[in-house]
T-cell receptor, first 114, second 110 residues
Framework: DVKVTQSSRYLVKRTGEKVFLECVQDMDHENMFWYRQDPGLGLRLIYFSYDVKMKEKGDIPEGYSVSREKKERFSLILESASTNQTSMYLCASRPDRGQSYEQYFGPGTRLTVT | SQKIEQNSEALNIQEGKTATLTCNYT??????LQWYRQDPGRGPVFLLL?????KEKRKERLKVTFDTTLKQSLFHITASQPADSATYLCALDNDYKLSFGAGTTVTVRA
């Protein structure tokens, strides 16, 4: 079974802190994604990566950056956390850019910025 | 602008009945459409994928239709059970990324 793990289920940070959210997948997938999920808005894509050291902006990249140094690991970075970044963050992976396979999601990290 | 709308935020049905969920989209031309299930506090789980040239897809008690003329997908849960209670998300292929609707929460009463 594909497994996508996220470093924390719950996280509380203060405004202005630098926050790292880690995601690891164990199925050698090329593609990895970071979403945030807010009530009534659904999942919105922040960043994605289709290869090591490659990244592309999603729909809402402002205030975020990402890092993919190894194929299995995709990190989301909040350079200076703000209260409007309080949300559920979901990581996903998917094999092979050319096909429309399903995405495999991690359990999510609920981040609260106070 | 692009938009994905799922018919209602919540759907309450009696056990044994069929739940029908709607996903409408504008300004997309998806080659595929997917449906996911999400339980509270968990990540979404893939259920079904339907391609633009497929009218209908079935998996056990689930059925999905895809009408590219109406720009609509219908998701049916037949003989519903309390265990089917969850939020269901539709997602459109958007240049191999996925764009998601906000979801419909289904509650099945015993």
């Amino acid at each position: 079974d594909v497994k996508v793990t996220q470093s924390s289920r719950y996280l509380v940070k203060r405004t202005g802190e630098k926050v790292f959210l880690e995601c690891v997948q164990d199925m050698d997938h090329e593609n990895m994604f970071w979403y945030r999920q807010d009530p009534g808005l659904g999942l919105r894509l922040i960043y994605f990566s289709y290869d090591v050291k490659m990244k592309e902006k999603g729909d809402i990249p402002e205030g975020y950056s990402v890092s993919r140094e190894k194929k299995e690991r995709f990190s989301l970075i909040l350079e200076s956390a703000s209260t409007n970044q309080t949300s559920m963050y979901l990581c996903a992976s998917r094999p092979d850019r050319g096909q429309s396979y399903e995405q495999y999601f991690g359990p999510g990290t609920r981040l609260t910025v106070t | 602008s692009q938009k994905i709308e799922q018919n209602s935020e919540a759907l309450n049905i009696q056990e044994g009945k069929t739940a029908t969920l709607t996903c409408n989209y504008t300004n997309y031309s998806p080659a595929y459409l997917q449906w996911y299930r999400q339980d509270p506090g968990r990540g979404p789980v893939f259920l079904l994928l339907i391609r633009e040239n497929e009218k209908e897809k079935r998996k056990e008690r689930l059925k999905v239709t895809f009408d590219t003329t109406l720009k609509q997908s219908l998701f049916h849960i037949t003989a519903s059970q309390p265990a089917d209670s969850a939020t269901y998300l539709c997602a459109l292929d958007n240049d191999y990324k996925l764009s998601f609707g906000a979801g419909t929460t289904v509650t099945v009463r015993a």
